[in-house]
């Protein structure tokens, strides 16, 4: 929990469908098709590498990636994992069960180009999760 009240003193604004479209259309805008993405998910280090929109390489934690789906781990995966969250978040009979109301989703895109740069879920009884952006370089 305490770690859930020093990652909200930077600004963040609730998960929702319109934030997510908003970010996703800045992003779409952006026209980035080549860039290297550093972040936390959860207790896991990433690595991305992604031109054209392809991920062309995927590290874990310093090791190279033996993840089928990498596409997951790439700007578009978050913005589907993200997408996820909201549904899950708002189905009482899903994953998070008749907890989901009582969890807290935040987010917070970069500005200029929409990519999440944090992300937190927290409370009720269900497992939290984060996604820290800690370096994003755009290559094109």
Do not use: H
Request: net charge neutral.
């Amino acid at each position: 929990m305490l770690g859930a009240i020093l990652y909200l003193r930077e600004p963040t604004q609730p998960l929702t469908p319109q934030a997510l479209d908003a970010a996703r259309k800045l992003w779409r805008d952006g026209g980035i098709r080549a860039y290297v993405a550093r972040f936390r998910m959860n207790a896991s280090l990433y690595e991305v590498r992604c031109r054209d929109g392809i991920v062309e390489d995927l590290t874990v934690d310093g090791r190279i990636s033996n993840i089928a789906e990498v596409r997951s781990y790439s700007v578009d995966g978050l913005f589907d994992l993200l997408e996820l969250e909201i549904v899950n978040l708002n189905d009482t009979k899903g994953p998070f069960g008749p907890n989901a109301p009582a969890l807290m989703a935040r987010v917070r895109f970069n500005a200029d180009f929409g990519y999440p740069e944090r992300y937190i879920r927290a409370g009720g009884m269900a497992r939290g999760a984060s996604i820290e952006m800690l370096e994003f370089k755009r290559l094109n």
